[in-house]
């Protein structure tokens, strides 16, 4: 069994920052791609930011330059720094992994998501 759990979310004023975790627990023999998606009132869900195993980024573009995504393998966790942040970066927040659960499997899970407010 894997669990992945947020924390971070918050309300936060225009030009401000958050930083967002998540960490994953259980059975994992591996962790591949670590994403983090967001999904605002009435939006469809989007993919936000994406890190590899190999520590390639990418981001939508609306986020580049002012999020950055980071991973410490050893702590099974993802992290997103939001810096000049803006009111249309409001949303629910989710991160999400794809785990080897053994040698020949894996799974994609997701956290429970963490709300993200930013007032203007």
């Known amino acids: 069994q894997v669990q992945l759990v947020e924390s971070g979310g918050g309300l936060v004023q225009a030009g401000g920052s958050l930083k967002l975790s998540c960490a994953a627990s259980?059975?994992?023999?591996?962790?591949?791609?670590m994403n983090w998606y967001r999904q605002a009132p009435g939006k469809q869900r989007e993919l936000v930011a994406t890190?590899?195993?190999?520590?390639?980024?990418n981001y939508v573009d609306s986020v580049k330059g002012r999020f950055a995504i980071s991973r410490d393998n050893a702590k099974y966790t993802v992290y997103l720094q939001m810096n000049s942040l803006k009111p249309e970066d409001t949303a629910v927040y989710y991160c999400?992994?794809?785990?080897?659960?053994?040698?020949?499997?894996?799974?994609?899970?997701w956290g429970q998501g963490t709300q993200v407010t930013v007032s203007s």
């Open positions: 890190i590899t195993s190999g520590g390639s980024t």
């Open positions: 999400n992994m794809v785990i080897g659960i053994s040698r020949y499997a894996s799974k994609n899970y």
């Open positions: 259980g059975s994992i023999f591996s962790i591949n791609g």
